[in-house]
Protein backbone atom coordinates (compact mmCIF):
# COMPACT_ATOMS: atom_id res chain seq x y z
CA UNK A 1 0.00 0.00 0.00
CA UNK A 2 1.65 3.19 -0.85
CA UNK A 3 1.61 5.91 1.57
CA UNK A 4 2.28 9.55 1.25
CA UNK A 5 3.09 11.78 3.88
CA UNK A 6 3.18 15.79 3.59
CA UNK A 7 5.66 17.22 5.85
CA UNK A 8 7.48 19.75 7.96
CA UNK A 9 10.17 19.21 10.20
CA UNK A 10 10.16 18.54 14.14
CA UNK A 11 5.91 17.67 14.00
CA UNK A 12 5.99 15.85 11.05
CA UNK A 13 9.84 13.87 12.21
CA UNK A 14 8.18 12.88 15.14
CA UNK A 15 5.01 11.76 13.93
CA UNK A 16 6.73 9.62 10.74
CA UNK A 17 8.59 7.86 13.45
CA UNK A 18 5.85 6.33 14.40
CA UNK A 19 4.50 5.56 10.71
CA UNK A 20 7.44 3.63 9.84
CA UNK A 21 6.93 1.48 12.69
CA UNK A 22 3.39 0.80 10.80
CA UNK A 23 3.85 0.36 7.55
CA UNK A 24 6.95 -0.87 5.38
CA UNK A 25 9.14 2.20 5.06
CA UNK A 26 9.64 1.15 1.58
CA UNK A 27 6.19 2.21 0.84
CA UNK A 28 6.63 5.37 2.47
CA UNK A 29 7.38 8.78 0.25
CA UNK A 30 7.40 11.56 2.24
CA UNK A 31 6.89 15.27 0.52
CA UNK A 32 8.94 17.51 2.44
CA UNK A 33 9.03 21.53 2.74
CA UNK A 34 11.82 23.50 1.30
CA UNK A 35 9.91 26.59 2.12
CA UNK A 36 12.22 27.37 5.27
CA UNK A 37 15.45 26.59 2.80
CA UNK A 38 17.66 29.44 2.81
CA UNK A 39 22.23 29.89 2.48
CA UNK A 40 23.91 29.84 5.71
CA UNK A 41 27.18 30.69 5.18
CA UNK A 42 27.03 29.98 1.71
CA UNK A 43 25.53 26.72 2.17
CA UNK A 44 22.41 25.62 0.72
CA UNK A 45 20.46 24.32 4.10
CA UNK A 46 17.61 21.99 3.89
CA UNK A 47 16.27 22.54 7.05
CA UNK A 48 12.97 20.40 7.16
CA UNK A 49 14.42 17.92 4.63
CA UNK A 50 17.29 17.50 7.28
CA UNK A 51 15.27 17.12 10.30
CA UNK A 52 12.72 14.14 8.62
CA UNK A 53 16.38 12.62 7.49
CA UNK A 54 18.15 12.85 10.94
CA UNK A 55 15.01 11.90 13.11
CA UNK A 56 14.37 8.63 11.13
CA UNK A 57 17.89 7.69 10.99
CA UNK A 58 17.85 7.85 15.05
CA UNK A 59 20.61 10.34 14.40
CA UNK A 60 18.05 14.08 15.77
CA UNK A 61 19.44 15.67 18.64
CA UNK A 62 16.38 14.72 20.72
CA UNK A 63 16.53 18.22 23.15
CA UNK A 64 16.97 20.67 19.97
CA UNK A 65 14.67 18.75 17.59
CA UNK A 66 17.29 19.68 15.19
CA UNK A 67 21.15 18.96 13.95
CA UNK A 68 22.50 15.99 14.88
CA UNK A 69 23.16 14.38 18.43
CA UNK A 70 26.90 14.61 19.51
CA UNK A 71 27.71 17.20 16.67
CA UNK A 72 30.15 19.68 17.42
CA UNK A 73 30.09 23.14 16.89
CA UNK A 74 34.06 24.08 15.76
CA UNK A 75 32.96 25.32 11.98
CA UNK A 76 30.41 27.93 13.49
CA UNK A 77 32.40 29.17 16.63
CA UNK A 78 35.48 30.01 14.16
CA UNK A 79 33.30 31.89 12.11
CA UNK A 80 31.81 33.79 14.73
CA UNK A 81 35.65 34.40 15.77
CA UNK A 82 35.53 35.96 12.06
CA UNK A 83 32.68 38.10 12.52
CA UNK A 84 29.81 35.91 10.99
CA UNK A 85 26.63 36.27 12.55
CA UNK A 86 26.32 32.76 13.63
CA UNK A 87 22.38 33.34 14.86
CA UNK A 88 22.04 29.75 12.77
CA UNK A 89 24.00 27.47 14.76
CA UNK A 90 24.78 24.74 12.36
CA UNK A 91 26.78 22.00 13.90
CA UNK A 92 29.96 21.01 12.02
CA UNK A 93 28.61 17.70 10.18
CA UNK A 94 25.34 19.14 9.78
CA UNK A 95 26.91 21.60 7.86
CA UNK A 96 28.82 18.79 5.77
CA UNK A 97 24.82 17.37 5.01
CA UNK A 98 25.04 21.59 3.53
CA UNK A 99 27.75 21.95 1.99
CA UNK A 100 27.43 18.31 0.27
CA UNK A 101 23.93 19.50 -1.38
CA UNK A 102 25.66 23.15 -2.09
CA UNK A 103 28.73 21.42 -4.38
CA UNK A 104 26.08 19.18 -5.98
CA UNK A 105 23.55 21.55 -6.84
CA UNK A 106 26.23 23.18 -8.21
CA UNK A 107 27.38 20.50 -10.40
CA UNK A 108 24.14 20.61 -11.72
CA UNK A 109 22.07 17.86 -10.03
CA UNK A 110 18.70 18.10 -8.51
CA UNK A 111 17.57 18.61 -5.33
CA UNK A 112 15.04 15.54 -5.46
CA UNK A 113 18.12 13.56 -6.13
CA UNK A 114 20.65 14.94 -3.83
CA UNK A 115 17.86 14.47 -0.99
CA UNK A 116 17.64 10.77 -2.49
CA UNK A 117 21.18 10.35 -1.98
CA UNK A 118 21.28 11.62 1.34
CA UNK A 119 18.90 9.72 3.16
CA UNK A 120 20.45 6.38 1.42
CA UNK A 121 23.61 7.39 3.06
CA UNK A 122 21.30 8.04 6.17
CA UNK A 123 20.35 4.42 5.78
CA UNK A 124 16.26 5.16 5.12
CA UNK A 125 14.32 2.94 3.12
CA UNK A 126 11.80 6.31 3.39
CA UNK A 127 11.86 7.97 -0.17
CA UNK A 128 12.32 11.82 1.18
CA UNK A 129 11.00 14.20 -1.84
CA UNK A 130 11.30 18.12 -1.37
CA UNK A 131 8.36 19.63 -2.47
CA UNK A 132 10.43 21.60 -5.42
CA UNK A 133 13.89 21.95 -6.71
CA UNK A 134 13.10 25.73 -7.43
CA UNK A 135 13.97 28.45 -4.62
CA UNK A 136 10.48 28.85 -2.74
CA UNK A 137 11.50 30.57 0.71
CA UNK A 138 8.32 31.54 2.88
CA UNK A 139 8.34 35.10 4.13
CA UNK A 140 6.43 36.54 7.08
CA UNK A 141 4.36 39.63 7.06
CA UNK A 142 5.13 41.66 10.32
CA UNK A 143 3.30 45.11 11.52
CA UNK A 144 4.76 47.95 10.29
CA UNK A 145 4.99 46.34 6.79
CA UNK A 146 8.28 44.44 7.83
CA UNK A 147 9.37 41.42 6.28
CA UNK A 148 11.10 38.63 7.35
CA UNK A 149 12.44 35.44 5.61
CA UNK A 150 10.83 32.31 7.94
CA UNK A 151 13.94 30.91 9.74
CA UNK A 152 14.63 34.92 10.19
CA UNK A 153 11.67 35.23 11.90
CA UNK A 154 11.77 32.11 14.06
CA UNK A 155 15.22 30.86 14.67
CA UNK A 156 17.12 34.63 14.37
CA UNK A 157 14.73 36.30 16.31
CA UNK A 158 12.65 33.80 18.09
CA UNK A 159 9.01 34.58 16.63
CA UNK A 160 8.45 37.71 18.72
CA UNK A 161 6.33 39.34 16.65
CA UNK A 162 2.44 38.43 15.48
CA UNK A 163 1.98 38.07 11.93
CA UNK A 164 -0.15 39.60 9.91
CA UNK A 165 0.24 37.66 6.57
CA UNK A 166 2.12 34.87 4.76
CA UNK A 167 3.89 35.33 1.42
CA UNK A 168 3.75 32.10 -0.75
CA UNK A 169 4.21 33.46 -3.76
CA UNK A 170 7.34 32.23 -4.80
CA UNK A 171 6.18 28.31 -3.74
CA UNK A 172 2.83 29.40 -5.57
CA UNK A 173 5.38 29.50 -8.65
CA UNK A 174 7.37 26.88 -8.45
CA UNK A 175 7.19 23.77 -10.15
CA UNK A 176 6.64 20.35 -8.22
CA UNK A 177 9.83 18.30 -8.01
CA UNK A 178 10.41 15.34 -10.31
CA UNK A 179 8.40 12.40 -8.46
CA UNK A 180 5.75 14.16 -6.51
CA UNK A 181 2.44 14.81 -8.48
CA UNK A 182 3.61 10.96 -9.63
CA UNK A 183 3.74 9.76 -5.87
CA UNK A 184 0.58 11.48 -5.11
CA UNK A 185 -1.41 10.08 -8.08
CA UNK A 186 -0.41 6.77 -7.25
CA UNK A 187 -1.03 7.04 -2.99
CA UNK A 188 -3.25 4.80 -1.59
CA UNK A 189 -3.67 7.47 1.29
CA UNK A 190 -2.16 10.96 2.40
CA UNK A 191 -1.49 11.69 5.72
CA UNK A 192 -1.06 15.26 6.93
CA UNK A 193 1.69 15.48 9.50
CA UNK A 194 0.87 17.45 12.49
CA UNK A 195 3.27 20.11 11.36
CA UNK A 196 2.65 23.91 10.92
CA UNK A 197 -0.56 24.28 8.47
CA UNK A 198 0.63 28.11 7.63
CA UNK A 199 4.61 27.75 7.18
CA UNK A 200 5.15 23.92 6.35
CA UNK A 201 1.77 22.70 4.85
CA UNK A 202 1.19 25.71 3.17
CA UNK A 203 3.98 25.63 1.03
CA UNK A 204 3.16 22.30 0.15
CA UNK A 205 -0.05 22.71 -1.21
CA UNK A 206 0.45 25.86 -2.75
CA UNK A 207 3.48 24.50 -5.33
CA UNK A 208 1.77 24.45 -8.50
CA UNK A 209 0.12 21.26 -9.36
CA UNK A 210 0.44 19.84 -5.69
CA UNK A 211 -2.89 21.15 -4.28
CA UNK A 212 -5.10 19.52 -7.97
CA UNK A 213 -3.23 16.62 -7.43
CA UNK A 214 -4.31 16.40 -4.02
CA UNK A 215 -8.21 16.52 -4.95
CA UNK A 216 -7.92 14.61 -8.03
CA UNK A 217 -6.86 11.78 -6.18
CA UNK A 218 -8.89 8.99 -4.74
CA UNK A 219 -6.83 8.00 -1.71
CA UNK A 220 -8.16 9.37 1.64
CA UNK A 221 -5.93 12.09 2.85
CA UNK A 222 -5.88 12.45 6.94
CA UNK A 223 -4.39 14.49 9.18
CA UNK A 224 -2.94 15.24 12.22
CA UNK A 225 -3.77 18.34 14.47
CA UNK A 226 -0.81 20.19 15.72
CA UNK A 227 -2.98 22.17 17.70
CA UNK A 228 -3.87 20.69 21.26
CA UNK A 229 -5.81 22.51 23.85
CA UNK A 230 -6.15 25.73 21.91
CA UNK A 231 -2.37 25.79 21.71
CA UNK A 232 0.80 24.59 19.89
CA UNK A 233 3.27 21.43 21.08
CA UNK A 234 5.84 23.52 20.10
CA UNK A 235 6.86 26.88 17.73
CA UNK A 236 4.60 29.70 16.52
CA UNK A 237 1.77 28.17 15.14
CA UNK A 238 -0.80 30.32 16.66
CA UNK A 239 1.07 33.70 15.34
CA UNK A 240 0.80 32.17 11.91
CA UNK A 241 -3.18 30.72 12.30
CA UNK A 242 -4.25 34.04 13.48
CA UNK A 243 -2.24 35.49 10.95
CA UNK A 244 -3.91 33.99 8.14
CA UNK A 245 -7.17 34.73 10.65
CA UNK A 246 -7.48 30.93 11.44
CA UNK A 247 -8.62 30.00 15.39
CA UNK A 248 -5.48 28.48 17.47
CA UNK A 249 -7.71 25.39 18.05
CA UNK A 250 -7.98 21.72 16.35
CA UNK A 251 -11.36 22.68 15.07
CA UNK A 252 -9.82 25.89 13.55
CA UNK A 253 -7.33 23.71 11.78
CA UNK A 254 -9.74 21.42 10.51
CA UNK A 255 -11.77 24.26 9.16
CA UNK A 256 -8.76 25.77 7.56
CA UNK A 257 -8.37 22.00 5.51
CA UNK A 258 -12.11 21.44 4.94
CA UNK A 259 -12.97 20.44 1.65
CA UNK A 260 -8.97 18.79 0.79
CA UNK A 261 -8.99 16.32 3.64
CA UNK A 262 -11.47 13.35 4.26
CA UNK A 263 -10.15 12.97 7.89
CA UNK A 264 -8.94 14.29 10.73
CA UNK A 265 -7.25 13.14 13.95
CA UNK A 266 -7.79 15.37 16.84
CA UNK A 267 -6.10 15.38 20.11
CA UNK A 268 -8.38 13.04 23.30
CA UNK A 269 -8.03 16.59 25.29
CA UNK A 270 -10.06 18.42 22.30
CA UNK A 271 -12.63 15.27 22.18
CA UNK A 272 -15.45 17.51 22.53
CA UNK A 273 -14.28 19.01 19.28
CA UNK A 274 -15.14 16.04 17.14
CA UNK A 275 -18.58 17.06 16.01
CA UNK A 276 -17.63 19.93 15.19
CA UNK A 277 -14.81 19.06 13.12
CA UNK A 278 -17.11 15.97 11.51
CA UNK A 279 -19.73 18.90 11.28
CA UNK A 280 -16.73 20.63 8.31
CA UNK A 281 -17.54 17.01 6.55
CA UNK A 282 -14.41 15.12 7.68
CA UNK A 283 -14.15 12.33 9.44
CA UNK A 284 -13.01 12.35 13.22
CA UNK A 285 -11.16 10.07 15.84
CA UNK A 286 -9.73 11.72 18.95
CA UNK A 287 -6.83 10.28 20.61
CA UNK A 288 -3.25 10.80 22.39
CA UNK A 289 -1.37 13.19 20.26
CA UNK A 290 1.35 14.28 22.20
CA UNK A 291 4.33 12.06 21.41
CA UNK A 292 6.17 11.77 24.04
CA UNK A 293 7.52 8.65 22.87
CA UNK A 294 8.20 6.60 19.51
CA UNK A 295 5.42 4.34 21.13
CA UNK A 296 2.93 7.08 21.37
CA UNK A 297 3.79 8.09 17.62
CA UNK A 298 3.61 4.64 16.74
CA UNK A 299 0.06 4.03 18.45
CA UNK A 300 -1.32 7.38 16.88
CA UNK A 301 0.32 6.42 13.34
CA UNK A 302 -2.14 3.27 13.51
CA UNK A 303 -5.11 5.62 14.45
CA UNK A 304 -4.53 7.25 11.90
CA UNK A 305 -4.30 4.33 9.15
CA UNK A 306 -7.41 3.23 10.92
CA UNK A 307 -9.42 5.98 9.86
CA UNK A 308 -8.05 6.20 6.25
CA UNK A 309 -9.16 2.57 5.75
CA UNK A 310 -12.65 3.10 7.32
CA UNK A 311 -12.31 6.04 5.17
CA UNK A 312 -11.69 4.00 1.93
CA UNK A 313 -14.09 0.89 2.70
CA UNK A 314 -17.06 3.29 2.99
CA UNK A 315 -16.27 4.86 -0.24
P1 LIG B 1 9.07 22.76 12.06
O1 LIG B 1 9.18 22.84 10.57
O2 LIG B 1 10.28 22.21 12.73
O3 LIG B 1 8.49 23.98 12.71
O4 LIG B 1 8.04 21.62 12.33
P2 LIG B 1 6.61 21.27 11.84
O5 LIG B 1 5.94 22.33 11.06
O6 LIG B 1 6.63 19.89 11.31
O7 LIG B 1 5.97 21.15 13.23
C1 LIG B 1 5.60 22.23 14.05
C2 LIG B 1 4.28 21.85 14.65
O8 LIG B 1 4.36 20.54 15.20
C3 LIG B 1 3.88 22.76 15.77
O9 LIG B 1 2.73 23.45 15.38
C4 LIG B 1 3.60 21.80 16.93
O10 LIG B 1 2.43 22.13 17.62
C5 LIG B 1 3.49 20.45 16.28
N1 LIG B 1 3.92 19.36 17.13
C6 LIG B 1 5.16 19.15 17.61
N2 LIG B 1 5.18 18.05 18.40
C7 LIG B 1 3.92 17.54 18.38
C8 LIG B 1 3.30 16.42 19.01
O11 LIG B 1 3.91 15.64 19.75
N3 LIG B 1 1.97 16.23 18.76
C9 LIG B 1 1.24 17.07 17.96
N4 LIG B 1 -0.05 16.80 17.78
N5 LIG B 1 1.80 18.14 17.36
C10 LIG B 1 3.11 18.36 17.57
CA1 LIG C 1 10.33 24.04 9.16
Same mark, same amino acid.
Given at each position: ????????????????????????????????????????????????????????????????????????????????????????????????????????????????????????????????????????????????????????????????????????? &? &???????????????????????????????????????????????? &?????????????????????????????????????????????????????????????????????????????????? &???????????????
Amino acid at each position: MATVALAGGVGAARFLRGVVRAVPPADLTVISNTGDDRLFYGVHVSPDLDIVTYTLAGQIDRTKGYGLAGDGFRVVDALADLGHETWFRLGDRDLATALHRSVRLAEGVGLAEITDQVRRTFGLEVTILPMTEDPAPTYVELEGGRRAHFEEYLARDGAPDDVSGVDLS &A &ARAARPAPGVIDAIAQADQVLVCPSNPVVSIGPILAVQGVREALERCR &APIVGVSPIIGGAPVKGPADRLLRGIGVEVSARGVAGHYAGLFDGFVIDERDAEQKAEVEALGLACRSTETLMRTPEIAEAL &AREVLALAEEIRARS
